[in-house]
Structures are given as C-alpha cells and as structure tokens.
C-alpha cells in the first residue's frame, strides 16, 4: 500500500516524540529537591528557585510539565505538591519512589542537560559544562548566516514536523480576507505555500535570510506554486522588511527568542504593515497561568534546551503585541494537532 497524504492532526505522533520529557523532567526535580520544597510550603517561583539555588525562569517551565503530570497544582500563584507527589516523591516518605526513578531512567543525557539549564538558566554548554551537544551552539539563524547545507538540514527538519499544523493554519477564513501575506521566518515555506494552496487569490512572499529563502524556492517549485508564492532572503533583525503586505505570519518564530526579541519582532511587524493589517502566530500555547498542558510544556522544555525562548501563554502574547501597539488580540484552534493561531490587528 502507498504512503498516506498528511492530515491536519499529527498529535499523536507529537505526543510520542514529548514524552521523552516525563521522566527525566521527574528525576531532575527530584535531585535539586522540588518535591520536598514543596510538600513543605507552598512557595513562588522566585521563593522556590532561591531556595533550590537554581534558575527561576528555567524552573517556571519545569513546574508547568510537572504540574500538567499531576505532581504539583499551582493556586494564587504559589506552587504545592500534590497527594501523589507527597506521597512517592518526597524524600523523607516510606513509599517514596525516587531511588527507583533515578536507576531506571535510561535517558541520562537529556536528564543531564535539563538539570544544568535549570541550575544556570542557560543552553547546555552556555553554563560553563562543557557538554558537546549540538543544543550548546547558537542557533544558525541567531548568527544570521548559514551555509547552504546547514540551510536545507533546518529546512527539512522543520517541514517534517509543520505539514499538519500548517493544513490547520491554512484553513482558517481570514486568510482569505487578505491580499498579500510575508511569511517571517518561512524555513521551508510550508505554511505559506499551504496558505496559498488553500486561498488562491492571496499572493504570498517567503521571507527568511538568503540561504533559507533559496531552500524555501525548492519547495515552492515542487509545490508548483511559483505564480502566487515568491521568496525574499532577509535578515529580519538587521535590514528593512519589504512594505506592501496586509498581513504577516510567523510560526514557531516568536517561541526562538526572549520577551525582549519578541517584543522587537513585533514592532518591526507593526512598523512594515499598512493601517487595519494583520499580524499572526502560529504556536502551542501555554495556558494563562502557566501549569500546561503537557505537550506546551514539554515544548517549552525543548526550547530551554536548544534556544533563547520558551512556548508563551495567549495572556503573555497578549501583552507583547499589545505594548507594540497591536489591537484585538485573540487566538483559534486551527485543528493542526495542538497549534493554536494568534492573531492582532494594527489600528
């Protein structure tokens, strides 16, 4: 039998890939003493990471994957464990589990580099271990130039795990409210060769640095969408963005960086689209209160690790847009597995 067409709904699949997180995430809170902590008080976070001697916003993310596995609950913005953490977790507990967890867990080296980002806040390496991952260098798109073969590996990469999410994007009406849409940030230009797919009288343009932009070129050319879809190699930090979009889309772009560089984006995006123009984020959320659900959170586990950023709230997203100067701030289900799109207009 052939191979399948992709579906908007690749949750399964991400559901195995993040559970790689569960018990090494257990184990490492386990070791600094978490649990304990928080059998005993009902603490913050900043409480909390000066009482454990580690860092408080890796912790904030920790504590989110935990509590969406049942072991803490979070309430007027104090952390506590639950029965079930008390009872298996605490140290000092007769039917404590931790000797077991610890001997078990067959993943060390992730285990390894969660414990060192939460002690120092940092990627593995940045810290001052030396840990030879491949997560310990800047990200190729930190530096603002690649090689073309680093270019077309990224550029598989986040196809493979994007073709559900930007059916799902794709989909939504409001594209077809716009003329022209700049897809920041493209990589392979799935999501705007998609979006295009789906709305055929909507021209799209591929932005990204050079070298990105001529490895999205391959797939439009493949996608055989040439006359709606062009690309545009450009640095979206250092050089001006191309004017005349009345929309611009960014997935996975906003959850690579700090608030401060999110922040930044955003006003440039502002500053690049005509009054009553769109701005959208396609991203797993975090709830509003930061406590899950798990697939964010082990997410948000993933971008600790490997870049500046983290999976952001709706409340966070919010504010972020808003300080730019972003009106009617809200999001949507998209149906593409656990992606939800965030969308703001400039007045």
């Known amino acids: 039998m052939s191979a399948l067409p992709p579906t908007n709904d690749d949750s399964a699949i991400w559901d195995i890939w993040l559970s790689q997180f569960r018990l090494p995430v257990l184990n490492v809170n386990v070791e600094v003493g978490t649990f304990k902590a928080l059998s005993e008080a009902a603490l913050t976070v900043n409480?909390?990471?000066?009482?454990?001697?580690?860092?408080?916003?890796?912790?904030?993310?920790?504590?989110?994957a935990l509590c969406s596995m049942g072991l803490l609950e979070k309430r007027l913005g104090r952390w506590r464990a639950t029965h079930l953490a008390r009872t298996w977790l605490h140290p000092d507990g007769t039917g404590y589990w931790g000797h077991f967890t610890s001997q078990i867990d067959l993943n060390q080296t992730l285990r390894a580099r969660l414990l060192?980002?939460?002690?120092?806040?940092?990627?593995?390496?940045?810290?001052?271990?030396?840990?030879?991952?491949v997560t310990s260098r800047p990200a190729e798109w930190e530096r603002g130039t690649m090689s073309q073969q680093a270019a077309e590996g990224i550029a598989r990469f986040m196809h493979a795990h994007s073709q559900a999410p930007a059916l799902g994007a794709a989909a939504q009406s409001v594209f077809g409210e716009l003329s022209s849409l700049m897809d920041v940030g493209c990589g392979s230009g799935v999501y705007g060769i998609e979006i295009a797919r789906a709305h055929p009288r909507l021209k799209v343009v591929l932005m990204d640095l050079k070298e990105m932009a001529t490895e999205a070129q391959k797939y439009v050319e493949r996608a055989g969408v040439g006359r709606q879809v062009s690309t545009v190699g450009?640095?979206?930090?250092?050089?001006?963005?191309?004017?005349?979009?009345?929309?611009?889309?960014?997935?996975?772009?906003?959850h690579d960086w700090s608030d401060q560089t999110c922040r930044v984006l955003a006003r440039k995006s502002l500053e690049a689209l005509p009054s009553g123009g769109r701005i959208f984020l396609n991203e797993i959320?975090?709830?509003?209160?930061?406590?899950?659900?798990?697939?964010?959170?082990?997410?948000?586990?993933?971008?600790?690790?490997?870049?500046?950023?983290k999976q952001y709230s709706l409340a966070e997203y919010r504010e972020i847009l808003g300080d730019a100067g972003f009106v009617d701030v809200q999001a949507v289900r998209t149906g593409g597995g656990y992606y939800s799109l965030v969308s703001a207009r400039k007045p």
Do not use: I
């Open 47 to 64: 409480e909390l990471a000066a009482q454990l001697g580690v860092d408080s916003r890796a912790l904030a993310m920790h504590l989110a």
């Open 285 to 309: 959320l975090m709830d509003d209160d930061y406590t899950g659900p798990f697939p964010a959170a082990a997410f948000s586990l993933m971008m600790l690790l490997g870049t500046l950023g």
């Open 234 to 254: 450009v640095n979206m930090f250092t050089q001006e963005w191309p004017r005349g979009h009345d929309g611009h889309f960014f997935a996975n772009v906003f």
């Open 116 to 133: 060192e980002s939460l002690r120092t806040g940092k990627r593995p390496g940045e810290g001052g271990t030396a840990s030879g991952d």
